[in-house]
């Protein structure tokens, strides 16, 4: 089954023939890849700001679906998972199956040690069945990543494949990677900070680290395409690794490690039972298996196409940072996108975003309903609720964070 056609082609942001380049490596990597192992944005903070109820109907994009199950926890009447790339799909699928199917201790080695010797019996025996067609032909071939001899699911998928860059950065630099583990490892944050600043922060920064950070393809890998990365280092003076490296030091300076289960798994390659997403503890595994998994659904198709198609009307909408993507590639879907949003959003619906930019322009320049009006003028943006939100975000690598409500 082909996934939806999400391809970039060239758009009225003129382009370089090294973007050109960097986009067709872009188009081919994401193509055919699964690029989100985990996602990479807060369900923490998004919790705060969704106030989810028993009767909210969710759309939310799945990525690698981990945010998908942490809602859920808060159990709204539907959560609607949508994404363009099916092998996202395909990985939230192969949870929903495993939480249904399979008690918590071969759960957690799966998707919290990202290991599990007898994954392929229990994935024949217990799971296959449970998945689509496009799930099964794609964990047919790819189920070997959770008995990988590289030791985790986690270095496998595009980011994966950064995820083993910091393994063998970290291996050529042992005294650099025992002292990010006593980071982890500290019990205050007094003490975490002295760590970074004195033992880590002049040992991290190199010219070579900088150099990696600033390649286009590091940032393919991680899902960013150049039109992002642009929006990047027109906000930084040191560019990506600039912005990289502020993001790092607020993380690890002002934020608790303890909990931080985005970075670790980054650096580890797995989680730990103290510090994995809310959906790997037993009490909410149990509560997921109980019934909660159930109002999940999922759609491969573009945001706009599923808009579209649904007839219920939506109460909350999580975004992600796509519309970075299509807001220079694809002006026009964006466009198409928003109104399709406030068409089928219900009275005082609550839409959340990401963006690299701290105040995305396309809120100025889209025009939506028959009035023509810009959105930032139908929205009702709440900006000191998401200021105040975001600085507890411990990923902290999008400069923009929007909470925005649709008149009631
Ligand atoms: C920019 S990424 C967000 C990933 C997120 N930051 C994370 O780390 O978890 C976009 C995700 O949205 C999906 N996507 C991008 N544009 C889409 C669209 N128009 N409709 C549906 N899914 C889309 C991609 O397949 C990918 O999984």
Redesign the pocket.
């Known amino acids: 089954m082909n996934a939806?056609e999400?391809l970039f082609h060239s758009a009225p942001t003129p382009l370089t023939l090294l973007d050109r380049l960097d986009q067709n490596v872009f188009n081919a990597l994401?193509a055919r890849s699964l690029?989100?192992n985990?996602?990479?944005?807060d369900p923490a903070v998004d919790r705060q700001a969704l106030q989810l109820g028993a009767d909210d109907s969710v759309m939310v994009?799945?990525?690698?679906g981990?945010?998908v199950l942490d809602y859920a926890l808060d159990a709204p009447a539907r959560i609607h998972a949508?994404?363009?790339?099916p092998r996202?799909n395909a990985l939230l699928e192969l949870k929903i199956a495993a939480i249904r199917r399979l008690d918590f201790e071969d759960f957690f080695a799966i998707f919290g040690e990202g290991y599990h010797p007898r994954f392929a019996e229990l994935y024949r025996s217990s799971l296959r069945a449970e998945l689509s067609d496009f799930a099964r032909e794609w964990w047919d071939k790819h189920g070997v990543w959770f008995t990988s001899p590289l030791g985790s699911f986690y270095y496998h998928g595009l980011?994966g494949l950064v995820a083993r860059g910091f393994r063998a950065y970290f291996k050529m630099r042992p005294k650099l990677a025992a002292d990010v583990q006593d980071l982890f490892a500290a019990a205050e944050l007094s003490e975490q900070r002295r760590i970074y600043d004195e033992r880590i922060a002049a040992a991290m920064w190199t010219p070579a680290m900088r150099w990696v950070l600033g390649r286009q393809l590091t940032l393919s890998l991680l899902?960013?395409p150049h039109p992002?990365r642009r929006l990047v280092q027109a906000q930084h003076t040191d560019g990506v690794a600039g912005f990289v490296r502020e993001a790092i030091e607020y993380v690890f300076r002002h934020l608790s490690v303890a909990d931080n289960y985005f970075w670790r798994v980054y650096v580890n390659g797995r989680y730990t039972r103290e510090c994995c997403p809310e959906y790997l503890k037993p009490d909410n595994f149990q509560a997921l298996k109980a019934g909660l998994v159930d109002r999940i659904r999922t759609h491969t198709?573009?945001?706009?196409?599923?808009l579209h198609e649904t007839k219920k009307p939506i109460s909350r909408f999580v975004l992600?940072?796509?519309?970075?993507?299509?807001s220079s590639y694809h002006p026009a879907?964006l466009v198409e996108?928003w109104n399709a949003i406030l068409s089928r959003a219900r009275g005082g619906a609550r839409i959340l975003l990401?963006s690299a930019h701290a105040d995305p322009d396309f809120l100025r320049w889209v025009k939506v309903s028959h009035e023509s009006r810009r959105l930032d003028e139908v929205l009702k943006i709440d900006r000191a609720l998401a200021a105040r939100l975001h600085q507890q975000d411990r990923?902290h690598t999008?400069a923009g964070f929007m909470v925005a409500d649709v008149p009631g």
């Open positions: 939806p999400l994401y690029v989100y985990t996602c990479w944005e994009i799945s990525s690698a981990c945010n949508v994404d363009a790339n996202q980011a899902g960013v992002q198709c573009t945001v706009t196409e599923f992600l940072d796509h519309m970075d993507w299509m879907a996108e990401r990923v999008y």
